[in-house]
Each structure stands twice: as C-alpha cells, then as structure tokens.
C-alpha cells in the first residue's frame, strides 16, 4: 500500500539492470513499486548484452583453448581435433539468458513489486503514462519516478541493417550462422568481443575502425601489447582511418570504404557479413520529456551526482535517471550502482557516485580492464593541480601463476600521485584482468596510498602479485616512503 495518496510510492520505467536494483532496492525498503518495461525483463545486459556475449565468449574461449595445439604440446598435451556445434553454443547463451530473466523477474515479484508491461512515458509532475502491449493508455501516479530507459545499438548513416547479413550486437547474440568472412565496424570493447568469439569459432574478421588507431578508447600501451595478441595474432585484418560509409545487405554484403578525412572511397569489400558496433545511443525519445522542459544532451538525459534529472541546470523534485540513459560510464555495474543510489537519496540517505572508481572490463581472452584515469586525463591533472605523477608498469611474465598457465603475456599499467600515494588509474591485459581490476577499483574509492597497498600480504602464487608488484614498485617511487 502506498502511504501517500499516489497510485505508487515509485515508478520506474524500464527494466534493465539499473531500473531493477532501483525497484528491488525501493520495494525492500517498504516502498510501494511499479516497473514498467515494453520489452524483455532483464534489459539489455541480460537479453542483447552482457549476459549473452559472455557465455559466447566462455564457449569460444574454450574452443580456442583446445585448438590451440602448440600452447598445449608445451604441457605436453595433444588433443583431438576440436569440434564444435555452434547451435548448442548459442543454445547455451539463449538458455542462460532465460535463466537469468526469469530469475530476475522472480526476484521482483518476490519482493513485491508490480511489473506492468508497456511503453512507459512523463504525463507532468509526478504523473506517468503507460501505453499497455493491448493497446490500453493509462494514466499512473507516483510520488517518485526514476527513468531507466537504456541504451540501443548505433547505426551509422549510410549502413542498412537487414538483421541477416548486417546486424548489430542485438543479434550478433544469437550466432544464428557463423559467417566464413565478417568485417566488424568498431573496435571498442564490444567489437573486440565479438571479434574473439569469431575467430575462435574459426571466420575470417577485418576490423574496420574510422579512427586512426584500432581500440582507441583503451591505454595506448595497453593497445599496443594487446593489439599484438588480440588482432595481429589472429585472422584478423585490421583497418584504421577507414570509414565504412556504405554497406549494403545481401550475398555478398557490399562495404564502400572512405577515407576519414577526405571521404573520398578508397575500397570496397564484398563479405559474407556485417557486425555494426559502433557504439550506443540513449533511448529517451519515448519518454516525453518535453512536458517536464528536460532537454536532453543528444538523447542523454542531464542528471546531478544524486541523479536527480535537470532542467535548465536545475533539479526537478521527484524526478530521477540512472544507466545508459544517463551517458555515465555506460555498464550494467553502473546502471546498477546508480539504481540503488537514487532510491537511497529518494529514501532521505544522500549519496553520490564516484564514477572515477568504477571499473570496466572487455571480456576477449585474454582480457582487458582499466580504473580511474588514463594516462591523458592524469597528466592533464597533475598539471592542473601542481603535482608529479608517478607511472609504473608491471609485467606478468615475471608472476609465477601466469607462467604456470603459460600465460605470461600481460601488463599493469598504475598512475598515483607522487605526492600523497593515492591511485589516480590503472590499465590491465592479461589473464584475468577483468577480476584483478576490481581489487585496484575498491583501493581507489577508499583512497588507499600505495605504501599502504604495498604492505598488504597477497596470495602466493597468484595473479594478484601483478597488482601488488605494481603497488610496491610506486610506495618505493614515493619520497617519504
Ligand atoms: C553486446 C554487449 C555486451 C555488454 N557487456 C557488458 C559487460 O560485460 N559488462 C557490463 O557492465 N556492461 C555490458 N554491456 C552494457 C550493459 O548492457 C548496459 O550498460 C546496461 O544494460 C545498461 O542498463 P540500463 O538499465 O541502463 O538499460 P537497459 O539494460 O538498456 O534497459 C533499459 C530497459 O528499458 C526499456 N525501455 C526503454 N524505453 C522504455 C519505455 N518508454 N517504456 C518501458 N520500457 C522502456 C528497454 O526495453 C530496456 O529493457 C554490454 C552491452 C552490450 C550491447
């Protein structure tokens, strides 16, 4: 029952992961709560995203593992030919996916939540409509409503997606067929996945990337060891200052390359598909945001570090947004994190996100991960604030578990204050980066200094020996330490 006079103490439109842990959270502190979702429960994460390429790449990464014969025969281990069913891999992602939706919505009904399906929109203060799946329009009161509305995949203008031979990752997620040759456009963190599942899986990949170098948005030193291993190693071609500016569907799929800065063509390619994956956009243009004068940054929706949604710079009163929608380190983590964090504020228990110690991570095998600052954003800052920074690199060759598992390629890249010790950054590749991170992440949001980092003991032997060689090598950079 909702103590106030509204038809619900919280309303919450969209069901992904931010708008769940909004829901649950609120619905667990006695709060009356409806979440309105037009597709699948779970949102991207769970149905198109994280969920499912994940257990792709646990499939591939395993067939890549085992066809790899020479890293085997140096533990002296000769395995049959490997083969694979790729309609029991995608199998396995569609039934983990069901898992986890049905899990998901079971968690909120559990917790008391009424789920309404529909198309959600802001009908003025307080006031939320819902155009129901039968076609029914009706008007809901809340007396607080977070928007929760995501992100979907990016075209770019001149590319036609057919969904069968030129697909972004909503489909890419069902590995319907496993094209001989697929050109994959982007290479940020989820063409590089994709890219590892399909080369494990044995297509041909070129990558295309309008930028001038392939994984722009990742450590340029990261890049250039990663690089060598994740796409120079494997049957992938890479092309950078490359702009796919036409691609036409169809046996063959049609590639018209320009140059980036002339956009004169310059190629054309005939392959057997496209994975466009080029980046997200907010969807916000459903939610008339117009009645509550909320004008939007290219779709993305304008919030405070409490993610109260702004109009004109200023907060409105019991309106909220969290995840994608919000353009904040677009993940699920995030989108979680920032769930939680509006309900507590809504609940009269203010806090804010430190978004500088949120984590993200790229799960190609081996992975990829960073915190904080890159290396750019840190130099610009210790100018800014008058400080030297201090950049150590540790290496996993010299870790014993790596080298155990033959796996010794791999560095840590840590940025600190030379002054105080605190962390300002860290970049990973190597086995495992995706977990090391985390440890590095919580130093980060307590502000731990690296001599006090330093002298905490680390398991031998293990991975985590690369963050704390990392540790020690910047407390003796230190002056006083
Ligand atoms: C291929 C891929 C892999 C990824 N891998 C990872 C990963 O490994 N780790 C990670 O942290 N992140 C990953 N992400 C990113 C992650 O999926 C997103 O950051 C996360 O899903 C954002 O959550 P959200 O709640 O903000 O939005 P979404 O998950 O997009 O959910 C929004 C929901 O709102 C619904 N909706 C929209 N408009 C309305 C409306 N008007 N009315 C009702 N409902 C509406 C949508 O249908 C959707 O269900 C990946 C993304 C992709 C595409």
Known sequence: MSKTNFDFDLIVIGAGYGGFDAAKHAADHGMKVGIIESREMGGTCVNRGCVPSKALLAASGKVRELADAAHLSNFGIHAAPVRFERRKIADHANNLVANVRNNLT?????????????????????????????????????????????????????????????????????LEWLPRWIAIIGSGYIGLEFADVYTALGCEVTMIEALERVMPTFDPDITKIAARNLITGRDIDAKAGFLASKVSPGCPVKIELSDVVTRKLVEELEVDAVLVATGRVPSSKKLNLASLSVE???????????????????????????????????????????????????????????????????????????????????????????????IVRSYFKANSKALAELESDGLMKLLFRKDTGEILGAHIYGLHAADLIQEVANALSRKQTVTDLSREVHTHPTLSEVVEVAYKQAASQLKNS
């Open 106 to 174: 079971k968690t909120l009904e559990r917790a008391g939540v009424t789920i309404l399906r529909g198309e959600g929109r802001l009908e003025g203060p307080q006031k939320v409509g819902l155009r129901e799946i039968n076609g029914v329009d009706r008007i809901l009161s809340a007396q607080d409503v977070i928007l929760a509305t995501g992100s979907d995949p990016f075209v770019p203008p001149g590319i036609e997606v057919d969904g069968r031979t030129v697909f972004t990752s909503d489909e890419a997620v069902n």
């Open 296 to 390: 939007t940054n290219k779709g993305f929706i304008p919030i405070d570090d409490s993610m109260r949604v702004l109009a004109k710079g200023n907060p409105l009163p019991h309106l909220w947004a969290v995840g994608d929608v919000t353009g904040k380190l677009m993940l699920a983590h995030t989108a979680a994190a920032q769930g939680t964090v509006a309900v507590d504020n809504i609940l009269g228990n203010l806090r804010t996100i430190d978004y500088r110690s949120i984590p993200a991570a790229t799960f190609t095998h081996p992975e990829i991960s960073s915190v904080g600052f890159s290396e750019e954003e840190a130099k610009d800052f210790s100018a800014q604030e008058d400080f030297q920074l201090g």
